[in-house]
């Protein structure tokens, strides 16, 4: 018997397990709102901003078309830029607290995610390998990668500069309600 062993204080509390997207969270409801309808709003922000997304994307391919036989630089730059300001959202709204709760499920999951294509990435990548353009191939492979991180690391160190010095300029903490873009 090992008499060096605290009692137990009772038993573990369940713990709640974790969501698969913490933007599809709902976590408990507030007072007075039905179950279930914060999850319908989120689905809704996602839905209503992918749309939007995906109309930007589209207006992008329309504005400048890909041909089928040179570098896809439309699914290129919609994919950096969609990362970067993934960046930007992330500092702006993930490292604030004041930001609304639908505010990144409707920008980041349904904005971003609408407009960014990494389905379309691996199509092309796929189209470019099978004819035979494996350099082309290689560079639109690593060049989407290395740039998708880049933009994101970028454009959130960035955003931290600007804030930081937004804050020494006002004297308000970035997080202030009067600190809103």
Same mark, same amino acid.
């Given at each position: 018997?090992?008499?060096?062993?605290?009692?137990?204080?009772?038993?573990?509390?369940?713990?709640?397990?974790?969501?698969?997207?913490?933007?599809?969270?709902?976590?408990?409801?507030?007072?007075? *709102?039905?179950?279930?309808?914060?999850?319908?709003?989120? *689905?809704? %922000?996602?839905?209503?901003?992918?749309?939007?997304?995906?109309?930007?994307?589209?207006?992008?391919?329309?504005?400048?078309?890909?041909?089928?036989?040179?570098?896809?630089?439309?699914?290129?730059? *919609?994919?950096?830029?969609?990362?970067?300001?993934?960046?930007?959202?992330?500092?702006?709204?993930?490292?604030?607290?004041?930001?609304?709760?639908?505010?990144?499920?409707?920008?980041?999951?349904?904005?971003?995610?609408?407009?960014?294509?990494?389905?379309?990435?691996?199509?092309?990548?796929?189209?470019?390998?099978?004819?035979?353009?494996?350099?082309?191939?290689?560079?639109?492979?690593?060049?989407?990668? %290395?740039?998708?991180?880049?933009?994101?690391?970028?454009?959130?160190?960035?955003?931290?500069?600007?804030? %930081?010095?937004?804050?020494?300029?006002?004297?308000?903490?970035?997080?202030?309600?009067?600190?809103?873009?």
């Amino acid at each position: 018997m090992d008499h060096h062993r605290r009692p137990s204080p009772g038993p573990e509390p369940a713990a709640r397990p974790l969501p698969a997207d913490p933007d599809t969270d709902t976590g408990p409801a507030p007072a007075g *709102v039905p179950p279930g309808r914060r999850r319908w709003e989120i *689905v809704g %922000a996602i839905a209503v901003g992918g749309a939007i997304g995906a109309c930007a994307r589209y207006g992008a391919s329309l504005a400048w078309p890909s041909t089928g036989t040179g570098f896809p630089w439309t699914t290129l730059a *919609v994919n950096l830029s969609g990362c970067a300001a993934m960046g930007v959202l992330m500092v702006l709204v993930h490292e604030r607290t004041s930001a609304h709760h639908l505010a990144r499920p409707f920008l980041g999951t349904g904005v971003l995610g609408g407009y960014t294509t990494f389905a379309t990435y691996a199509v092309e990548a796929g189209t470019l390998l099978t004819d035979g353009r494996l350099g082309t191939a290689a560079a639109y492979l690593t060049l989407t990668l %290395a740039g998708a991180l880049g933009a994101l690391w970028a454009a959130a160190s960035l955003t931290r500069r600007l804030r %930081a010095g937004a804050t020494r300029v006002s004297g308000r903490a970035p997080h202030d309600e009067g600190d809103r873009p």
